[in-house]
């Protein structure tokens, strides 16, 4: 590690990156008893750590390799810092990204010079095509995390988090390929292995996490796509040596969570992070909560805040959620006068954030509910079970449907025979939504439809088709190549729709 520990403290990552601040967040460090700190690489040039490892990886070419100009693959981040990197040095860049990436990350590549090429509707899909041109055109590929000169790019970040803080216990780490944890454990760990890192990754792209479990690195069959920037299937070879010696945890966190620490950031530090830029901080107040942690020096890395401004929407929409400052609840009350009035009776003093209710023409009727909570999930588990006792009651705060379409629906029932519902995600771009329900054909009956854009690289999609043959149907999503599952037994949709 010697010769690892030279290059940090020799890197040239300083031509283009800046010594980033650690910002004492004192809300946070209140509300977890704890002193908080934010690593800003959201306040570099381009607004995110990625900087560091492709220009300590491109100033490190030969002359030669340097004339041929480089290639990657990235989704937004990376590419920007490849970008300003061969602006720095005055050689040619290329940069393929997936048709669905948001046009923000894009235009930011344009402008720093670099030509970019869209292909494929997922980060796969371009890193092949990127191999392919690099071939093609002789030009030196970039990797966005498993590349050693990348690692030590990345750990310079660890070195800063020591020389401005002496005494650190514990530093969260968000996870995607790996880069950025293996350099910064690398670093940390070999300077004062007393020092906790601990990696964080969404629930639904755990690569480090299976990797960690298993012993080996494994690949995802899915990985979500909400937090963009950590949206990888395998975690690196090079990287996952580091993470194996170096790291000590790693934390799953859920969409909701991240939202939730996107508003904690804005309200300490008035920056707006990406969802990969505050998934640090979910996983650190997440960890803080279940390891009942005092008194200890910690830092949270907010590693990006490129964000477009038309997801903002939904992220606001589930910071309370996350933050278990809202409810959301399904209720079966009878279809009668006094009864709404009863049920808002029970919950005292409640605010009501949501209320949606159509009138059936039966003995009972749904609502859906969202209620205020000022004291987390003690508190609404503690209304759930007062309400239950006069009402029939579902708990809908984790239900994915419910919140992402059905709050947004609540209108009325139809009897629609044979109607089957499933939720798809499918890439976002101009004429997306047309191409999918061309995809789906005009074999089956639509039923029921919704679909709202967030601004997010992927659509999402609830739809109900009238179908006796579930197999036949199943089969032709198969060949869509989309994520889709079926919601037919949902409560949500079954009480609602």
């Given amino acids: 590690m010697k010769d690892f520990i030279k290059s940090v403290e020799n890197s040239t990552v300083y031509d283009v990156a800046e010594v980033s601040e650690l910002t004492f967040a004192p809300q946070l460090s209140a509300r977890f008893k704890n002193n908080i700190y934010l690593k800003r690489e959201d306040e570099q040039p381009i607004f995110s750590f990625k900087l560091r490892g492709a220009y300590q990886k491109i100033s490190t070419l030969t002359k030669d390799q340097l004339y041929k100009g480089v290639i990657t693959s ?99 780490v968000p996870v995607g390929g790996g880069g950025l944890i293996a350099g ?54 090079v990287t996952f040596e580091f993470a194996k010696k170096y790291v000590d945890d790693v934390v799953l966190v859920s969409n909701d969570q991240m939202c939730a620490a996107i508003k904690d950031i804005y309200e300490d530090v008035r920056s707006i992070s990406e969802p990969a830029g505050a998934l640090s901080t979910a996983g650190m107040k997440k960890y803080i909560d279940e390891n009942q942690i005092e008194n200890l020096n910690i830092v949270s890395i907010n590693s990006g805040a490129n964000v477009n401004f038309d997801r903002l929407r939904y992220i606001a929409e589930r910071a309370d959620l996350g933050e278990y400052t809202e409810a959301i609840i399904a209720a079966t009350i ?104 061309m995809k789906i054909g ?27 043959n579930v197999q036949e149907l199943e089969k032709r999503f198969d060949e869509l190549g989309y994520f889709y599952k079926n919601e037919s037994d949902n409560k949500a949709y079954q009480y609602f729709l």
Avoid at 392 to 412: E, L
């Fill in 74 to 172: 990235s989704a937004g981040n990376h590419a920007q810092g490849v970008a300003l990197a061969a602006k720095k040095l005055g050689i040619t860049a290329v940069i393929v990204m997936p048709v669905a990436t948001p046009k923000i990350k894009v235009k930011s590549v344009e402008r720093l010079g670099s030509k970019v090429v869209l292909h494929g509707d997922v980060y796969d899909d371009a890193y092949q095509y990127a191999k392919q041109l690099e071939k093609e055109q002789d030009m030196v590929y970039i990797a966005p995390f498993d590349d050693i000169q990348t690692v030590i790019g990345q750990a310079t970040i660890g070195k800063e988090i020591l020389d401005q803080l002496q005494n650190v216990d514990l530093v969260f």
């Fill in 184 to 237: 910064v454990a690398g670093y940390i760990k070999s300077m004062n292995d007393k020092v906790k890192i601990i990696g964080v990754e969404p629930e639904d792209s755990p690569t480090l996490h299976h990797a960690m479990r298993d012993g080996k690195r494994t690949i995802l069959e899915e990985v979500g796509r909400f937090a963009d920037g950590v949206a990888v299937k395998q975690i690196g070879e």
């Fill in 334 to 437: 009878p279809e009668k006068p006094g009864s709404f009035l009863k049920f808002c009776n029970l919950l005292d003093n409640h605010s009501i954030t949501e209320f949606n209710y159509r009138y059936a023409p039966t003995e009972e009727a749904h609502i859906f509910v969202g209620v205020g909570l000022s004291n987390g999930l003690a508190e609404k588990d503690e209304l759930i079970e007062k309400l239950s006792k006069s009402f029939d009651i579902v708990d809908m705060s984790d239900n994915s449907m419910a919140k992402t379409h059905i709050r947004h629906m609540v209108g009325g029932r139809a009897s629609a025979a044979n109607e089957v519902v499933y939720r798809f995600e499918f890439p976002e771009r101009p004429g997306a939504l047309l191409r999918f329900l």
């Fill in 442 to 468: 005009s074999q089956w009956n639509i039923s029921l439809f919704h679909y709202r854009n967030h601004g997010a690289d992927f659509g999402r999609v609830l739809i109900g088709l009238q179908s006796d």
